[in-house]
């Protein structure tokens, strides 16, 4: 769990080069208590945003990813941080700069809510949640680690 105090706390989580696209969600009220992470989509849809917590800081660390184009039929995808199955339209390529020159990929669900999937999936076999939400929180922090060089540190 980690605690966002203020506006500008939250977008200094991002890197500069992500700030410029950056659309907070509306109605956002601080401080945010934040259980695992917290993931949101812009309104038109092409970028979608997440804040997980950081190691060795106590701000946490922003990706700001975007929504590669789709070309993806009636077949299923599966997310490779939470494992769920879903259609192109749910789950899909997205995108985020590794610096100017690289792009790195993951396929997703395209709206990172990964974390409910888990809860109902967890709640539907008699699992406790907190049981799948901790390799969701180790493979972001893969990602964010061997993919964009950030530190980041999984909940415990």
């Known amino acids: 769990m980690f605690r966002i105090e203020t506006e500008k706390e939250?977008?200094?989580a991002f890197r500069?080069?992500?700030?410029?696209?950056?659309e907070l969600?509306?109605?956002l009220k601080f401080p945010l208590f934040v259980r695992d992470y917290l993931a949101w989509t812009e309104p038109a849809g092409t970028r979608v945003f997440l804040v997980m917590p950081?190691?060795?800081?106590?701000?946490?660390?922003?990706?700001?990813?975007?929504?590669?184009?789709?070309?993806?039929?009636?077949?299923s995808c599966m997310c490779d941080w939470c494992h769920s199955y879903g259609?192109?339209?749910?789950i899909g390529m997205l995108t985020t700069d590794v610096n100017s020159?690289?792009?790195v990929g993951v396929s997703l669900c395209l709206d990172l809510r990964c974390k409910e999937k888990l809860e109902t999936a967890?709640?539907?076999?008699?699992?406790?949640?907190?049981?799948?939400?901790?390799?969701?929180m180790e493979r972001m922090s893969r990602f964010a680690r061997e993919a964009l060089h950030i530190e980041t540190v999984p909940e415990d």
């Open 54 to 75: 950081s190691q060795g800081s106590r701000l946490p660390v922003g990706v700001a990813f975007r929504r590669d184009s789709q070309g993806g039929g009636p077949g």
């Open 87 to 90: 259609t192109a339209d749910e």
């Open 10 to 12: 939250l977008l200094q």
């Open 101 to 103: 020159k690289r792009r």
């Open 122 to 136: 967890a709640d539907l076999s008699g699992r406790h949640p907190l049981e799948a939400m901790k390799p969701l």
């Open 25 to 27: 969600p509306a109605g």
């Open 16 to 22: 500069p080069r992500d700030r410029k696209t950056l």
